[in-house]
């Protein structure tokens, strides 16, 4: 195949029926398009296909032969010598050498004991030994499966992971769901204890919460392993190692195993956008150059994260990146994944000290890295190919064209892409607005901008507002106890993450939207036994029609951050230097949505219904919805999708009889859920024995209308009882 060759990008057509606009940029799908289909035929001739190409964990790092022997193997091209050392040889440098191989590969076979034993017993340190310009560099194997930090030591250590009686997967993969309602998740804060919660906490706690609320996704943050925990998970030192910080891989597998059992499906938030610049414990200098898994020289550094990028035009960077993939697909069994930081690998940028207006040349061109855009071409097509049911959704928030478009059609592949300015425009609501000056149709218009055909994960808030010192910070350099001591200064210049757009959100730290609803009251004033104050009062009303409309308005998936679902107060800060190493805001209090005699519960009952009746109705799996009235001076909402009508009242006072709607369908209507109901903490304005009956009167541009009773700050869903859904 000549290298000029362009390949024709099989279903263009389909994009460019659906956004005529991108018909200038052409010649970039089918460049790309090009780079993906070579790639991808480049490894079908030298590697036998995608299938074996992508199981190299299964033959890097150290592997379990028939016999009972051990074979290792490493890519270290840089590298003079490479020797394996350890427990099992009382920590001799050289006894061991490595075989060198070809394009820098090496590899070493121990043979089993005679009594067929393994070499190296289960729960063994482990240590590769690089000799680079007659230093000797001691090194974890990219590819461990499990390292811990044991107590005292700075360093993370490589431990040889081979139980005898290995976790077996009882339960199959859930199907995948037409409409997705995630649960993010951290398993460390889990817990409202003072401590680092545990998978298997996670697994008997908070596994059955979930179920009950409604959810049926998680997303796990925080599993590859990191060396600093208040990285937030962002700085992965070992990609394929699940976090011992939590239990042991087995713990895990049964987490992931347990909630399939409960119909729900698990995403692994995956951390392919850069890496830690840990040195004895990450992947850098792994090989003893500036190079290996990375770009050499500045190309190579993210200089906000503090951070290593990857080369994604190396072909062992691929095959480790692309078999990390399917090692957490295959080994436990995880649903699928959230790419965290896509927007820094869309571009050479980074998204840095750029805003995206919108403009199409601003997705197009030289300043798009198409080696890393090729991979994750790459890693969607592997997951949907062979995991068909698998989910991807792309954390983005550039709002490159085609991102998640089949790459047939000229796309990334992508599932869903989050929709990151909902969360931003709530927070800056509630900073810069009174309630009788929020914009309604400003609202509407983030609500409902996005691509047409590109699903979108809405949410009103996520981690990346409550994380005081977590994915913005640049630690991964920053060795032993310097990582602490340097995090204090380097807070307030790593402020943004990504663009001016996202400044609202990406602040280092913020509160949770209950917390800005009702900041210190929620100390004093949300037991049911003091009486309901006006800034309680408004705080649960608004927390709730905020997260309706969010789920009903915003996207085709719905996103909580865990505990938000009950308002849960502050906001999110590890251990560090600087708050005496304590846990106090690293926890998630779900002992106060389980105590009857605090307002929580409301805010819990809420979430929960709302997801069940999603269940029920499926809207997030409908068309988008269609807006009837978006009324200024009213504060007032009204949109239909599916079969459903939801009407928002957000006049802080006023209250409205006989307001009119504009509907669709005709028939009997009523009330499937309302935000002012008792045993949501509501005032019970509405009655629940209402129907209400259209008249052939059209209004808003609908055929028919209904006249309702909408207090003020209420948010009705109303069912049509004439039609089965």
């Keep these: 195949m000549a290298s000029t060759e362009i390949i024709r990008v099989p279903e263009l057509e389909t994009l460019l029926n659906l956004d005529p606009y991108l018909q200038p940029f052409v010649p970039d799908f089918q460049r790309r398009y090009t780079a993906f289909v070579k790639t991808l035929k480049k490894i079908e001739e030298d590697e036998g296909g995608l299938a074996?190409?992508?199981?190299?964990?299964?033959?890097?790092?150290?592997?379990?032969?028939?016999?009972g022997g051990l074979y290792f193997r490493e890519w270290a091209p840089g590298a003079e010598a490479l020797f394996l050392t350890g427990d099992f040889n009382g920590w001799n440098f050289y006894s061991y050498p490595y075989k060198r191989m070809e394009f820098g590969k090496w590899e070493l076979y121990l043979p089993a004991k005679e009594d067929g034993s393994s070499p190296i017993p289960h729960g063994s340190r482990l240590k590769v030994v690089v000799l680079?310009?007659?230093?000797?560099?001691?090194?974890?194997?990219?590819?461990?499966?499990?390292?811990?930090?044991?107590?005292?030591?700075?360093?993370?250590d490589w431990v040889h992971w081979d139980p005898p009686h290995p976790y077996i997967h009882k339960h199959p993969s859930p199907k995948r769901?037409?409409?997705?309602?995630?649960?993010?998740?951290?398993?460390?804060?889990?817990?409202?204890?003072?401590?680092?919660?545990?998978?298997k906490n996670f697994t008997d706690h908070v596994l059955p919460r979930i179920k009950d609320l409604g959810y049926n996704c998680i997303q796990l943050m925080a599993v590859m392993e990191h060396a600093y925990y208040a990285s937030f998970g962002y700085q992965v030192?070992?990609?394929?190692?699940?976090?011992?910080?939590?239990?042991?891989?087995?713990?895990?597998?049964?987490?992931?195993?347990?909630?399939?059992?409960?119909?729900?499906?698990?995403?692994?938030?995956?951390?392919?956008?850069?890496?830690?610049?840990?040195?004895?414990?990450?992947?850098?200098?792994?090989?003893g150059t500036d190079a290996c898994f990375f770009h050499s020289g500045s190309r190579g550094n993210h200089d906000l994260w503090d951070s290593r990028l990857f080369d994604y035009s190396n072909w062992e960077v691929l095959r480790f990146l692309l078999s990390n993939l399917r090692m957490w697909l295959e080994e436990y069994r995880f649903d699928g994944f959230r790419f965290d930081g896509v927007t820094s690998m869309l571009y050479h940028h980074h998204g840095m000290g750029?805003?995206?207006?919108?403009?199409?040349?601003?997705y197009f061109g030289l300043q798009v890295d198409e080696d890393s855009l090729v991979y994750l071409m790459l890693s969607n097509h592997m997951i949907h190919t062979l995991y068909p049911d698998a989910i991807t959704i792309a954390e983005d928030v550039s709002g490159m064209p085609a991102l998640c478009i089949p790459v047939p059609q000229g796309g990334t592949g992508f599932d869903y892409r989050l929709a990151m300015a909902i969360p931003d425009k709530w927070i800056q609501i509630l900073k810069e607005y009174k309630d009788e000056e929020w914009n309604i149709g400003n609202i509407v218009h983030t609500l409902t901008n996005r691509r047409h055909n590109e699903k979108c994960i809405a949410y009103a808030e996520s981690h990346d507002q409550l994380d005081l010192h977590g994915k913005?910070?640049?630690?991964?350099?920053?060795?032993?106890?310097?990582?602490?001591?340097?995090?204090?200064?380097?807070l307030t210049v790593t402020a943004v993450r990504f663009t001016p757009q996202r400044m609202?959100?990406?602040?280092?730290?913020?509160?949770?939207?209950?917390?800005?609803?009702?900041?210190?009251?929620?100390?004093?004033?949300?037991?049911v036994l003091v009486p309901l104050t006006p800034v309680i009062d408004r705080g649960i009303q608004l927390h709730k029609m905020m997260r309706l409309i969010t789920h009903g308005l915003g996207g085709e998936g719905y996103l909580n951050f865990m505990g938000n679902e009950f308002g849960h107060p502050e906001w999110l800060d590890f251990p560090r230097l600087g708050n005496n190493e304590s846990y106090h805001y690293a926890r998630r209090q779900y002992n106060l949505a389980d105590d009857a005699l605090l307002r929580y519960k409301f805010l819990y009952a809420f979430d929960r219904d709302m997801n069940h009746l999603e269940a029920k109705y499926g809207w997030l799996a409908a068309p988008q919805g269609y807006v009837s009235a978006k009324h200024e001076e009213d504060k007032v909402i009204t949109f239909e999708r599916g079969s459903l009508l939801f009407i928002f009242n957000f006049h802080p006072n006023k209250s409205y009889t006989d307001y009119r709607v504009g509907v669709e369908r005709a028939g009997k209507y009523t009330i499937a859920l309302d935000t002012d109901a008792a045993e949501y903490g509501g005032h019970q304005r509405v009655d629940h024995n209402t129907q209400y009956f259209t008249e052939h009167f059209a209004y808003n541009n609908r055929p028919n209308s209904l006249m309702v009773y909408i207090p003020s700050r209420v948010g009705l869903v109303l069912q049509n009882a004439d039609f089965q859904n």
């Design 132 to 156: 680079k310009n007659t230093q000797l560099l001691y090194r974890i194997s990219p590819w461990a499966k499990y390292v811990v930090q044991e107590e005292k030591k700075i360093t993370f």
């Design 504 to 527: 609202k959100q990406a602040l280092v730290g913020d509160k949770t939207l209950a917390f800005w609803l009702m900041d210190a009251e929620m100390y004093t004033n949300m037991s």
């Design 354 to 362: 750029t805003g995206f207006s919108g403009d199409y040349n601003e």
């Design 52 to 67: 074996p190409f992508t199981s190299s964990y299964q033959s890097f790092g150290v592997n379990k032969r028939p016999d």
């Design 472 to 490: 913005c910070i640049a630690l991964g350099n920053i060795q032993a106890g310097k990582r602490k001591h340097c995090l204090e200064s380097i």
């Design 237 to 287: 030192t070992s990609f394929f190692a699940a976090s011992s910080r939590y239990g042991t891989p087995e713990e895990l597998k049964e987490l992931v195993d347990t909630a399939h059992s409960m119909g729900i499906v698990v995403l692994l938030d995956v951390v392919h956008s850069h890496a830690s610049k840990n040195t004895e414990d990450g992947l850098n200098q792994f090989d």
């Design 177 to 199: 769901p037409r409409s997705l309602r995630i649960y993010e998740s951290h398993v460390g804060i889990a817990s409202p204890e003072g401590k680092i919660a545990s998978y």
